[in-house]
């Protein structure tokens, strides 16, 4: 971050405590901070449980749908 010089007028330095605001942040960027921080943040326990449930499920589907090929030789 650049530092902004004061403005000098000879009697007064206009600016010279002045600092300019933070960036706004984005989504995005609040994701990776919590991330780094290892803070936990989205889904609750019973929507991870949910989540977890139907890839579960749909990996036994697709396995039993790629075996179905093998069985019937």
Same mark, same amino acid.
């Given at each position: 971050m650049q530092k902004h @010089? /004061? $403005? *000098? @007028? &000879?009697?007064?330095? #206009? &600016? =010279? #405590? $002045?600092? /300019?605001p933070p960036p !706004? @942040?984005? /989504?995005?960027? *609040?994701w990776i901070q919590c991330i =780094? =921080? &290892?803070?936990r !943040? &989205?889904?609750?326990?019973?929507?991870?449980a949910c989540v977890q449930s139907l890839v579960f499920i749909a990996t036994i589907i697709i396995g039993i749908i790629l075996l179905e090929g093998y069985t019937n030789a």
């Amino acid at each position: 971050m650049q530092k902004h @010089t /004061p $403005y *000098d @007028t &000879g009697k007064v330095k #206009i &600016g =010279l #405590i $002045y600092t /300019p605001p933070p960036p !706004q @942040t984005t /989504p995005e960027s *609040d994701w990776i901070q919590c991330i =780094l =921080l &290892g803070e936990r !943040q &989205g889904m609750s326990e019973e929507a991870l449980a949910c989540v977890q449930s139907l890839v579960f499920i749909a990996t036994i589907i697709i396995g039993i749908i790629l075996l179905e090929g093998y069985t019937n030789a």
